[in-house]
């Protein structure tokens, strides 16, 4: 039995009456597409970042997060990723949605208004309480840090070759 859709609140912002709500381009979709309301074309050179509008403010249910991503055919062909990605919306911000972007390839990229720039997704967020104490259970990995069980694996040191 399917789950009933999660209700977020949305509020199309002054000036953003041409552009569409985010919606999910297939059926099967996990992201809302996002589109850019920036006023004029706005052109990022390789390796510069910038904020985009996009019209519009949620109300993220308690419980919640909403999650901005990347666009994966404009991170295939531009370079264009999002460098905080995935950007976390918080249930109690009522601001205006932003994205920040970053061109990672090796030209300039132009945003125009309308264009798809990020996915918007949703997920349940764990209300946690931490427990300082004075020894963690072990585990086999330990203190293990980035591409320790990879190495493990390949019989190889990290920065070996």
Known sequence: MARPPLRVPIRRLPGAADLPLPEAATSGAAGLDVCAAVDADLEIAPGARALVPTGFAIAVPAGYEAQLRARSGLALRHGLLLPNAPGTIDSD???????????????PV?????????????AAVEKV??????????????????????????GRREGSS
Do not use: W
């Not at 125009?112 to 918007?120: C, K, T």
């Open 93 to 107: 911000y009522r601001g205006e949605v932003k994205v920040i972007v970053l061109n990672a390839g090796d030209a």
């Open 129 to 154: 309480a931490l427990e300082e104490r004075s020894e963690l259970p072990t585990t086999e990995r330990g203190e293990g840090g980035f591409g320790h069980t990879g190495a493990r694996s390949t």
């Open 110 to 122: 132009t945003i125009r208004r309308g264009d798809r720039i990020a996915q918007l997704v949703f």
